[in-house]
């Protein structure tokens, strides 16, 4: 390569792998949570190389507790795609791993771009429900940023260390290397980072190779995995886990993001949630959140007559949101419910009565079908939480009762359904009403 286009080069790639933060505006009282769900840190399980029980073993077990990893691919070993694609569907990312799993420093700037570009295309060719823009560097050997950032907008290394809530440099993001050949070989040392990663308010990002004696490097024990993830499944409420892909995506979004209210009343708000970067790469929702408006008690946030998902926390509402969507309005009534669901939910009807007996939730109410019901709670983000089935007794009054704890926070949508009705596919018996919370 020439000076002149190797100058060239550098021109139109900086653009892309520039990461500085541009200027944001946060309207008050609103707030961006640093990791969706204003959770206190972030982690990603990455695996290299293709070995054989990552797609046996470790996406079977991640799939346990819905939890996405990512899977950085060498692509001219790849022997059939049908197990990368049946993990993409599932929610998986596959990105690069190069074509030949070379080391990157010290080779021509034609013999990157090849290894960079040929892997990405191909895994583009074959996955074609996802983007590949994220890639892994083979023995942790850094390529040339500016040949790197024109095919990827984040790229892992090893240095072994903690990200802060930002990485310093996205084109060489830190993980540690996990299994016999360092020091996370056991449930105890992993559940160590996730800890480290939580007290840090971080991004602990993790590099596993081979499972048991599938052959690959530095193997780990499928019986350490699974009980490190089970660990930290019980962490969710603080930790979010997802892939290396969409955890960068969201750093960077919520770092560009914009909110800007433009107008409200005493039974709406509505208010606009931007960014400057490219909508088909960073599409990933950011977590916003604002006190519930005074005398609120419910509330529906749409975005172009969409449900987002929502939910209110103690006096806030929280809500996800992808940027540059459109206008979000919150409502002071939910005007939508589940879905599935035909009618639109309204006041409980006349007659509902509920009453609080020891731990449980007792209420009745008037119907006028004589079959059996479906009785179906679902909370503020459309989720069913509870199903039971009952009849009307003789007064014509169904009664049912539910755990005290469903309705603690939030408002409860309740869905009636004949199941007969159901049935035949003849929604005129269903029927949805609000149901505030339990005091």
């Known amino acids: 390569m020439t000076r002149l286009s190797r100058a060239w080069l550098a021109a139109v790639m900086v653009p892309f792998f520039c990461h500085t933060a541009p200027a944001r505006t946060i309207d008050s009282p609103y707030q961006v949570g640093t990791w969706p769900g204003f959770r206190t840190a972030a982690l990603s399980y990455t ?15 991640f799939n346990q507790y819905s939890l996405k990893v990512t899977l950085f691919t060498v692509t001219s070993w790849v022997t059939s795609w049908t197990g990368l694609k049946n993990a993409a569907a599932q929610g998986h990312e596959i990105a690069s791993h190069t074509v030949t799993h070379v080391s990157l420093g010290g080779l021509s700037n034609a013999t ?9 295309d191909a895994i583009n060719t074959n996955i074609t429900n996802q983007k590949c823009v994220t890639m892994a560097y083979p023995n942790c050997v850094e390529a040339s940023d500016a040949i790197t950032s024109s095919y990827y907008f984040a790229a892992r290394g090893c240095s072994g260390a903690i990200e802060p809530k930002t990485p310093v440099k996205f084109m ?22 996730a800890n480290q990663a939580i007290n840090s308010g971080g991004w602990c990002i993790l590099l596993i190779h081979g499972i048991d004696n599938d052959g690959g490097y530095s193997p780990i024990a499928s019986a350490v995995l699974s009980s490190h993830v089970h660990f ?18 969201y750093v960077r979004e919520r770092d560009s993001v914009s909110v800007k209210e433009l107008s409200s009343n005493a039974n709406s708000v ?3 949630v931007t960014d400057n970067l490219d909508s088909s790469i960073f599409n990933y929702s950011v977590t916003v ?13 749409t975005q ?12 806030n509402v929280m809500f996800d949101v992808v940027p540059n969507r459109g206008d979000i309005v919150l409502s002071s009534s939910v005007t939508s419910v589940a879905a599935g669901s035909r009618q639109t939910s309204s006041p409980a009807p006349q007659g509902f009565h509920a009453r609080v007996v020891e731990n449980s939730v007792n209420f009745s109410l008037p119907i006028t079908c004589s079959g059996t019901m479906s009785v179906e709670l679902f909370d ?14 003789e007064s014509g009054f169904l009664t049912c009762a539910f755990p005290k704890e469903l309705f603690n926070s939030g408002i409860v949508v309740v869905r009636l359904i004949e199941l007969r009705t159901r049935m035949s596919q003849n929604n005129a018996t269903e029927e949805c009403f609000l149901f505030s919370k339990i005091r």
């Open 232 to 249: 930290v499944d019980s962490l969710k409420s603080v930790l979010w886990v997802s892939t290396f892909g969409n955890v960068a995506r």
């Open 270 to 272: 509505t208010l606009q």
């Open 47 to 61: 695996f290299d190389d293709n070995c054989s029980n990552q797609l046996a073993v470790a996406v079977p077990l």
């Open 304 to 315: 172009k007559g969409q449900r987002l998902n929502s939910s209110i926390a103690g006096q």
């Open 112 to 120: 990157q771009d090849n290894e960079l570009k040929n892997s990405r």
């Open 380 to 393: 503020a983000r459309g989720t069913k939480i509870a199903a039971l089935t009952s009849r009307a007794d």
């Open 172 to 193: 060489n993001i830190s993980s540690f290397v996990c299994g016999s050949t360092g020091s996370y070989t056991t449930a105890q040392s992993l559940n160590g980072l």
């Open 289 to 301: 959140r604002r006190p519930l408006p005074a005398g609120w008690t419910q509330i529906s946030v």
